[in-house]
């Protein structure tokens, strides 16, 4: 369980930073992905309260992890497209993006071996339905 708390509180880590990095910027597409991250970031911080029992049991986490999960899938294209928005109409934010993407790609790592260590406490049959096969799949 120590193991689990580690990787998301590193994944909280990583929500804040991000959201830190784009709460300047007023374009649409930006405040969207801050909506999102935001959700994200109170997920985390509701599930990091859950793990601080111990025992923690997975029907007290499930909404949380589904969000957390789901989140991510919604942000990772989200990004992508503001990314695009930064690039095709030269808005000031290039920064910002260059920080954010090897951000991305940490959040989906950390999510992945989050993933696989739900898996090995509480059991694929447990966790099939609660997150998305390509987040265990990748590590399989």
């Known amino acids: 369980m120590l193991q689990l708390k580690e990787l998301y509180s590193d994944l909280q880590n990583q929500t804040e930073k991000a959201i830190k990095e784009i709460e300047n910027s007023d374009h ?6 801050q909506t999102i991250l935001r959700e994200q970031l109170e997920m985390i911080k509701k599930l990091m309260q859950e793990l601080a029992n111990d025992g923690a049991e997975l029907k007290n986490m499930t909404e949380f ?36 993407e090897p951000l991305f790609l940490e959040i989906k790592t950390n999510l992945e071996h989050s993933a696989a260590e739900l898996e090995r406490i509480y059991g694929a049959e447990q966790t099939k339905y609660i997150i998305p096969s390509f987040y265990i799949s990748a590590l399989r």
């Not at 649409?28 to 992905?33: R, S, V």
């Not at 989200?78 to 930064?86: E, Q």
């Open 28 to 33: 649409p597409i930006a405040i969207l992905l």
């Open 65 to 100: 992890l589904t969000i957390i999960y789901h989140d991510n899938e919604i942000a990772n294209p989200t990004f992508r497209a503001w990314k695009r928005a930064v690039e095709w109409i030269s808005l000031p934010y290039q920064e910002s993006v260059s920080n954010l």
